[in-house]
């Protein structure tokens, strides 16, 4: 049978048409040691007050990111129905796994769900989930935000952020919508590797696609979870799913326009920054040093900007490996 007509096993306890306000899950059979006829259980709210667009808010992509998680949950508890135009669709714990074990990736099959699109209905758990999202929800939304931040590796300036499109009219779409979200700081963002992202199912599904980088270091502050909470509501009401006024906000516009952007380490050993975030740094100038770390007297190989910017991200906590990003370097746009 063509993978295309397989039916995806997760199945719904919520009825998406139905108006009011509705708490479930998705259900997702999972057979194991402990449980023969198990199941894993995604956690849904839907709320709908009649004809009108679609919203779909995730957080928890990655199960150690924890602003989406709580500034949905809450939205779930709080969200009132009679000021919706629409439905909202709210999935705080994309990746339910990962989040219950406080990882970046599912401990069941180590899938990462925002590299694992289309996702197989008879693939891993996570490429179930991934083909649950991509042929049922997907379709279904007008407007997509998922939110995240760095989680245990990355510190991320908070800002909300879209991607460069082919189809400028649909990236002006986007990009009016990470406006709305009115963090600090916006970001024309360019990915290392766009391919399996959840971000470029919804974008070449012709969605309004808007994402988040909301601090890091694998907790959480008022301050980032504010701007979250904020940032949800913005969006619902720029988008006329919910009535009231948009709550502005000093944004600085940032842009990743070449892979420079990128100070990647060669070398293992302990980090010291040179710079923080936020700085200014210029072409060539000192950002980090990396300290070798099993032995003593070795000079620190050192790492320099290879394009002026702001420092919009940094590698978290001290200790590094060849590969991991150590900064991003970000240009502003006047």
């Not at 460069?164 to 970001?187: I, S, V």
């Not at 050993?269 to 003593?296: F, N, P, S, Y």
Request: proline share 6%; hydrophobic share 40%; aromatic share 6%.
């Amino acid at each position: 049978m063509s993978e295309t007509l397989l039916r995806n096993p997760i199945s719904p306890t919520v009825d998406f048409e139905r108006d009011g306000v509705q708490h479930g899950y998705l259900r997702l059979p999972y057979s194991r040691d402990d449980s023969a006829w198990g199941a894993v259980m995604i956690p849904i709210s839907v709320v709908k007050n009649g004809a009108g667009p679609t919203a779909l808010f995730t957080g928890g992509n990655h199960g150690d990111e924890y602003e989406g998680p709580l500034a949905l949950s809450k939205l779930a508890c709080n969200l009132d129905p009679a000021r919706v135009q629409g439905r909202v669709i709210i999935i705080p714990f994309m990746n339910a796994p990962a989040v219950w074990a406080g990882t970046r990736t599912s401990p069941i099959d180590h899938g990462n769900l925002n590299r694992s699109f289309p996702g197989r209905p008879d693939g891993s758990v996570t490429e179930k989930i991934a083909d649950y999202f991509q042929r049922s929800l997907l379709p279904v939304a007008d407007l997509v935000l998922d939110i995240h931040s760095g989680g245990k590796t990355l510190d991320f300036l908070p800002f909300a952020a879209c991607h460069l499109l082919p189809d400028k009219a649909h990236q002006a779409r986007c990009e009016a919508g990470m406006r709305a979200f009115a963090a600090p700081y916006c970001m024309r963002m360019l990915e290392q590797d766009a391919l399996g992202m959840y971000d470029t199912a919804a974008e070449a599904l012709g969605k309004v696609f808007v994402t988040t980088e909301l601090g890091g270091g694998g907790s959480i502050s008022a301050r980032t979870l504010a701007i979250a909470e904020r940032g949800v509501r913005n969006l619902l009401i720029h988008f006329d799913l919910l009535d009231g006024e948009i709550e502005p906000a000093e944004s600085v516009m940032l842009d990743m326009p070449d892979s420079d952007c990128y100070l990647c380490s060669e070398s293992d050993g302990l980090l010291e920054l040179c710079r923080d975030l936020g700085e200014t740094v210029r072409a060539g100038e000192l950002v980090a040093r990396v300290h070798d770390a099993r032995r003593t007297g070795a000079a620190p190989v050192e790492y320099r900007a290879r394009r002026g910017g702001l420092i919009s991200a940094r590698h978290f906590p001290g200790r590094v490996q060849s590969g991991d990003t150590l900064a991003v370097i970000a240009q502003v746009l006047q």
